[in-house]
């Protein structure tokens, strides 16, 4: 296989790799964002919690 087959190869499978790119669409990921919250907010609550406690006894 000669440089320039190999070159004219690789070009074409970049521009098509461009395309694929520009064409994605990305997930939805509204509800891992709000796992991932309520997650936050159970684990903040829960030092609050532990806090309280310690300080009331």
Do not use: C
Not at 3 to 23: C, G, M, N, Y
Request: no cysteine.
């Amino acid at each position: 296989m000669s440089k320039q087959s190999a070159l004219k190869q690789s070009s074409a499978h970049d521009v098509h790799e461009v395309e694929d790119i520009e064409t994605h669409e990305e997930p939805n990921l509204k509800g891992t964002f709000a796992a991932v919250m309520f997650i936050g907010v159970f684990i903040v609550v829960s030092w609050i919690g532990v806090y309280a406690l310690y300080m009331y006894r």
